[in-house]
């Protein structure tokens, strides 16, 4: 596997990519991209400006992609999108490109990474209940009931730095995660 950044004149990539932010979302997060179009509209967005977008190849075939957008004066990046073809989950595929995107954003001077990671489905103990009732103790309490991305996160060393309730709609809430890139 390598890990290349993607640029939009590389067409036949940028349409794999888009291919794979449909089907990776398409479970649980319908409306992200719900068509090839939309997919290759964000994935322009991410190869312009000072955002950037970086892709993994098997045989140069895109398995998975991960992009970045810089904030705070480029103290902060956020890690959006990561999308990893369904069939190559579970490989290391996400594991690599997000220490790929760590070194990277590092290397530009970032300090923190953060990134939400949306619950509309109930995959997690913070869906479907009020989170302005006692929310540091729900967070403290959060449960995983079908493979919500956070736990991956969290095994990447990110920590659940917040909560955006009711983000999504009534009790769909927004979860927070960040990591810290560079040692004082």
Known sequence: MKII???QDQRHY???????????????????????????????????GNNFCRIALIDERVVGLIGGIPE???????LHPLAIHP????????RALIEDFERYVASKGALTIKLG???EDDMTSLSGVDLYDNLPDKIAN???????????????????????PDAN?????DIILGKRVQKS
């Open 5 to 7: 950044a993607l640029h």
């Open 14 to 48: 940028l349409e794999q990519a888009a291919e794979i932010l449909v089907l990776a979302f398409a479970e649980h997060w319908a409306g992200a991209w719900d068509t090839l179009a939309d997919g290759i509209e964000e994935l322009e967005d991410m190869t312009s």
């Open 72 to 78: 705070y004066d480029g103290n902060v990046w956020e």
């Open 117 to 119: 990671s949306d619950d």
């Open 169 to 173: 709609g009534i009790g769909k809430p």
């Open 142 to 164: 959060i449960r995983n009931f079908k493979n919500h991305p956070y736990s991956f996160y969290q095994k990447m060393g990110y920590t659940i730095i917040g909560v955006i």
């Open 87 to 94: 069939d190559y989950q579970g490989r290391g595929i996400g």
